[in-house]
DNA sequence: GTTAGCACTCGATTGATTAGAGTGCTAACA
DNA sequence: TGTTAGCACTCTAATCAATCGAGTGCTAAC
C-alpha cells in the first residue's frame, strides 16, 4: 500500500483542518470539508490506511485523526515546495534602522512574535571571519590606560588598563604603532607567540601591557561565543492548550529565559554552511531539548558580510507553517537589506 | 478593640502556617499550633474579631481563615524590626569577581531564584552622576573615525562615525585636544550650546564632526535611560498555583520579558535617595502593573561609588519573607563589597 | 473569660448516568 | 470492485446528586 493522490488530498484536509481546530478530526468533517464527494465511511477506510501508514494517529479509539510527525513531515515539504517556486512581493520595510543593533534585533523579536502569535528568538549577528582592524591605547588618567580594540565589521571592545606608572605620550605612541604594526588584519590563529615575544622585546620594560592588550584582542575576538539572544512572545506558549500545562510550560519558559539551549540551536545552524533557507524542525526532530511537543523553524540573516545571525519561531506543532515560513522569509529580507544598499 | 497581645500571637501562628501549607488555616489548627492552651472556640472567637480588624480574611463561610495584606504588612513589619536587632553573620561570599559586570549579575540573578524558588530580578548598576572623562578620536580607515567616549565610573562607550575626507593625523590631534579641554569633567547639565558653537566655530570646516561628537556624548551620559535588567526564576511562578493559572502566569511573564514595567520599579527605587535597605511591596501595595496578586521585595546595592542597582524577589503574597530578606541582605553585602576593599 | 456542644455552610470528592462524537465492520449496492 | 448505509461499540466529557469533612458561629454551661 502506498500513498496515492487521493490519500494525500484526505491527509491535507486532515492536517489543514487540524491546524486550524486543534480538536482530532473526523470522518465525518473530511467528507464534507473536501470536495472529493465521498461517503465517511469511504473516508474513514482511507484513514485507517493513513494511520497504518503512519501520517496521522488517533489519541484514543473513538476520537478522530491528528497528524503525527511524519504526517506534518510530509505536509511541510510539500508545502516548502509550492513556495520555492512562489514569487513572492514582499510588503515595505517595517523596520526602521536603529542607532543600536541590539535595539533593532529587540524590536525584529517582538514584531515577528507579535505577527506569528508564537513564541519568537533572534540571535545577534556573529561575525565568523574576525581579524583585527585597529588598536588604540589612551591615557585616561595617571594609572589607566583603555585599550579599544576593532574587529572587522565594526565590533568594538574596550578594555580598561591599569599600569603602575604612568606612561608619557610618547610611549603610549610607539605602543600604539607596535601594536597597529604587527596585528593589524590579523585573526586569531595568524597572531603566534614568535609575534607576541617579538612584541614584547620591542615593548621593553612595558612588555606587561603588551601581554594585557593581546589578552583582550584574544577576547575581543573570540567573544562571540556566548552569543546574545533575544525572544519575545513567550506569553504565546499559553494559547496553545497541549503546550500550557503547568510543567511543559515551566520547561519552555526556562529554556526560553536561561537561552543556553538556544544558543546551541543557533550554533548548529550558523555552523551548517549549506543552510541558507528555511530550515523547519516538527517534534521529535529539534535538535533542543525538552521541546519536543513544538515545532522550531529557523532562518538565518547576513546583517552585514559575514555577520550572520538566526531567527527562529517556536510554536506548538500544530502552527501555521504557512504563515510562520511567510513571517521569517519577509523578516530575513529586511534584514539582509538593511546595513546593504 | 484593639490589637492585644494574644491576637497578635494568633495572628502570627495563622501567618506562619499559613505561609507553610498554602492553605486556609482553622481554628483546630491553631489551638494546637501555639503554647496558648486555648480551645479551638476561643480561637474561633479570637478569629473573628481579627477579622473585624481586617487582618485576616475568609475565602469562603466554611474555609478557615488567610492572611490579608494588611496583616501580612503588620507580620512583615515586626519581622524587620527584629531583623533591624539581629547581628547577622554573613555566609562567606558565594560570588566571584567575572571578567565583565553582566555575567556576574546574571549568575547572581540565577544564584538568588535558586535559593529563594521564586523569581528573581538584578538591575545593572545605574551611574547617577555621569560626568564626562575623556574623548578619543581616531581613524579607523580613510572615511571612519571611531570615537571613544569615558564617562566617570570607567563606563564606556563608542560611536563610528563616517566622514566625507580623510582627516590628517594632525586635525585629528587638534580636536582630540579642542573636545578634551572643553568637555572633560562637565555632566549633561553643564553642556551648553554657547560651549558648542565656539567649539564649532574653532572646529572650522570640522565642526559636523563636532556636532556628531555631541550627540554621542549625550547619548553615552543619559544612556543609562534604559537600563539593563537580568532575571532568573520565571519558571517558579509555576510554583504556587495562586500564579499558575493561565492568565496571571501569563501576565506575568510577559512582566517579565519585557522588562519595561520592572525597570519602572527599579528606576523608582534608585530615585528615592532615603531608601538604603530592604523594601516590601504587598499585594496591592506593589508599584508594578499586574502584580497585584504578588509580593515584592528590593534591595538597593552600590558596586562602586555611586554605581547602585536594584535586586528584586517577585513570589507569592505568601512567600517566606524571611528568606528572602536574608538572601537579599546577603547578596547587597557581597554585591556591596566585590570592587572596594 | 473559657469551653463543650451542636446545627449549619460550603467546597471538594465520588460515582452514576447520559450525550455525543467517532470508529470498525458487515452487508448491500452500482 | 469500489462505495456506501447502517449499526453496534468505544471512549470522553459533561452533568447531577450524594456524601464527606473541615470549619464556622452561636448558645449555654462551667
Redesign the interface.
Known amino acids: 500500500m502506498q500513498l496515492d493522490e487521493r490519500k494525500y488530498t484526505i491527509l491535507q484536509a486532515i492536517i489543514r483542518n487540524y491546524l486550524e481546530t486543534g480538536e482530532p478530526v473526523g470522518s465525518r468533517t473530511i467528507s464534507k470539508y473536501t470536495d472529493l464527494n465521498l461517503s465517511s465511511a469511504t473516508i474513514r477506510n482511507e484513514m485507517a490506511d493513513l494511520e497504518e501508514l503512519g501520517y496521522i494517529l488517533q489519541p484514543h479509539t473513538s476520537a478522530g485523526r491528528i497528524p503525527s510527525d511524519k504526517g506534518y513531515r510530509l505536509y511541510v515539504d510539500k508545502l516548502m515546495e509550492e513556495k520555492e517556486r512562489e514569487v513572492e512581493e514582499m510588503k515595505e520595510s517595517l523596520l526602521e534602522k536603529e ?1 543600536k543593533v541590539d535595539n533593532l534585533l529587540k524590536k525584529a523579536a517582538k514584531m515577528l512574535a507579535n505577527n506569528t502569535e508564537y513564541a519568537a528568538m533572534i540571535s545577534a549577528p556573529q561575525y565568523r571571519r574576525n581579524k583585527l ?2 588598536i ?1 591605547l ?1 591615557r ?2 595617571a594609572t ?1 590606560i ?1 585599550a ?1 580594540i ?1 574587529v572587522e565589521g ?1 565590533v ?1 571592545k ?1 578594555t ?1 588598563l591599569t599600569v603602575d606608572e604612568a606612561l608619557n605620550d610618547e610611549t603610549l605612541l610607539k605602543l600604539n604603532i607596535l601594536l597597529n604594526t604587527h596585528l593589524n588584519g590579523l585573526s586569531l590563529d595568524e597572531i603566534n607567540l614568535g609575534m607576541i615575544s617579538a612584541m614584547k622585546q620591542q615593548a621593553g620594560i612595558h612588555s606587561d601591557i603588551i601581554a594585557n592588550v593581546i589578552d583582550a584582542v584574544a ?1 575581543a575576538i573570540k567573544a562571540d561565543e556566548d552569543l546574545e539572544i533575544y ?2 512572545g ?2 504565546n506558549f ?1 494559547k496553545y492548550p497541549e503546550l ?1 500545562d ?1 510543567e511543559r ?3 519552555l ?2 529554556t526560553f ?1 536561561e537561552k543556553q539551549l538556544l544558543s546551541e540551536l543557533v550554533q548548529d545552524n550558523l555552523a551548517d554552511e549549506n543552510n541558507t533557507g528555511i530550515q523547519v524542525y516538527i517534534g521529535s526532530e529539534t535538535p533542543v531539548q525538552g521541546m519536543k511537543d513544538c515545532s522550531i523553524v529557523t532562518a538565518t540573516y547576513e546583517l552585514d558580510e559575514g555577520m550572520k545571525g538566526t531567527i527562529g519561531i517556536i510554536g506548538p506543532k500544530r502552527m501555521d507553517y504557512e504563515k510562520v515560513v511567510k513571517n521569517l522569509k519577509l523578516l530575513k529580507r529586511q534584514l539582509d537589506d538593511l546595513y546593504r544598499k
Open positions: 542607532g582592524k585597529f588604540q589612551s585616561v588618567d589607566q583603555l579599544v576593532v565594526n568594538i574596550n580598561m577576547e525572544t519575545s513567550t506569553k499559553f500550557a503547568n510550560a515551566s520547561e519558559i526556562t529565559e
